[in-house]
């Protein structure tokens, strides 16, 4: 799959008409929808299992070698390993499943992700694996202006978007295992 897959962006208004069904997800015991590689730039690979680990992320992602300006070695940046996004709203802007992955990220899952239910900090389990919520914050970019319009990154990026994280979140793996498609993942109280 490569970044140029293009589709009628959605208006501020579209975008705006389907918020109520994405901010209904889950607050705990959601599901993990997709899971997506990206072994080279521009480049996707859906995958219906994978293995998260504490040193490379997503087992076969480019996230450690495609390197980090935030990093003095030029490679990933620690508390960037993995980027998760609310399915719902990736759904929503991408208008179709086969779309969704352009977003970039790896984890696609149905749960809340604002900052009250899921702030910095708080684990998450997911299959065999734990990841943690990190204060970095994720936000869109020029592809994903390329790809979903500026008016989805207009929502992603306001202070609405950033309090429901709507761009999604950066976290890191805790304990590494085994996840696959329609795992359940929840927040460790």
Same mark, same amino acid.
């Given at each position: 799959m490569n970044g140029t897959l293009f589709e009628k962006h959605l208006t501020a208004a579209e975008i705006e008409a389907g918020l109520e069904h994405v901010l209904a997800a889950p607050k705990d015991d959601g599901r993990l929808e997709l &899971?997506?590689?990206?072994?080279?730039?521009?480049? !996707?690979?859906?995958?219906?299992?994978?293995?998260?680990?504490?040193?490379? +992320?997503?087992?076969? *992602?480019?996230?450690?070698?495609?390197? /980090?300006?935030?990093?003095?070695?030029?490679?990933?940046? #620690?508390?960037?390993?993995?980027?998760?996004?609310?399915?719902?709203?990736?759904?929503? &802007?991408?208008? /179709? !499943?086969?779309?969704? #992955?352009?977003?970039? *990220?790896?984890?696609?899952?149905?749960?809340?992700? /604002?900052?009250?239910?899921?702030?910095?900090? $708080?684990?998450? /389990? &997911?299959?065999?694996?734990? &990841?943690?919520? $990190? $204060?970095?914050?994720?936000?869109?970019?020029?592809?994903?202006?390329?790809?979903?319009?500026?008016?989805?990154?207009?929502? @992603?990026?306001?202070?609405?978007?950033?309090?429901?994280?709507? !761009?999604?979140?950066? @976290?890191?793996?805790?304990?590494?295992?085994?996840?696959?498609? +329609?795992?359940?993942?929840?927040?460790?109280?």
């Amino acid at each position: 799959m490569n970044g140029t897959l293009f589709e009628k962006h959605l208006t501020a208004a579209e975008i705006e008409a389907g918020l109520e069904h994405v901010l209904a997800a889950p607050k705990d015991d959601g599901r993990l929808e997709l &899971i997506v590689r990206r072994p080279a730039v521009d480049k !996707r690979e859906v995958i219906e299992t994978g293995v998260l680990d504490t040193e490379i +992320g997503l087992v076969g *992602d480019n996230w450690l070698v495609r390197g /980090s300006s935030r990093t003095n070695n030029g490679k990933g940046h #620690p508390e960037m390993q993995l980027n998760l996004m609310n399915y719902r709203f990736a759904l929503l &802007i991408a208008a /179709s !499943r086969k779309r969704v #992955p352009l977003a970039g *990220d790896q984890l696609f899952v149905d749960l809340d992700l /604002s900052e009250e239910n899921v702030p910095p900090g $708080t684990r998450i /389990s &997911i299959g065999e694996a734990i &990841i943690e919520v $990190t $204060t970095i914050p994720h936000l869109g970019c020029k592809k994903f202006v390329q790809r979903f319009g500026l008016d989805a990154m207009t929502i @992603a990026n306001s202070e609405f978007g950033r309090k429901h994280h709507l !761009r999604g979140i950066n @976290a890191k793996v805790i304990t590494g295992g085994s996840v696959k498609a +329609g795992d359940t993942i929840r927040s460790i109280k």
